[in-house]
């Protein structure tokens, strides 16, 4: 089972882009997820996480545009970005801090693929 990233592409400064993250195949359950980016020649960057119960923390850089949700039943994240800027482009990975493939089988620190998002006109 793998996480699979979704929903980047190219968007003008001042749109807005929803990035999904969901696993593979079945799972029994995902802990707390997040979101992070890399952008060109610059280190991996913590976007926002999100707790099981939905507590959401936010970088300094997003606080106000983007929004993290997540479906349960679905064992799906969502990254809402809102008010994008040419410095919000990178490759944004989701990240399983904590995997459940049944309830007694766990893993921990599965990431996603990864999906391009560029800002620009």
């Known amino acids: 089972v793998q996480l699979v990233d979704s929903g980047g592409g190219l968007v003008q400064p001042g749109g807005s882009q929803r990035l999904s993250c969901a696993p593979s195949?079945?799972?029994?359950?995902?802990?707390?997820m997040s979101w992070y980016r890399q952008a060109p020649g610059k280190e991996l960057e913590l976007v926002a996480s999100?707790?099981?119960?939905?507590?959401?923390k936010y970088a300094d850089s997003v606080k106000g545009r983007f929004t993290i949700s997540r479906d349960n039943a679905n064992n799906t994240v969502y990254l809402q970005m809102d008010g994008l800027k040419p410095e919000d482009t990178a490759v944004y990975y989701c990240?399983?801090?904590?995997?459940?493939?049944?309830?007694?089988?766990?893993?921990?620190?599965?990431w996603g693929q990864g999906t391009q998002v560029t800002v620009s006109s």
């Open positions: 990240r399983a801090d904590k995997i459940y493939y049944s309830r007694d089988a766990w893993s921990l620190y599965l």
């Open positions: 195949g079945y799972i029994f359950r995902l802990n707390d």
């Open positions: 999100i707790t099981r119960g939905g507590s959401a």
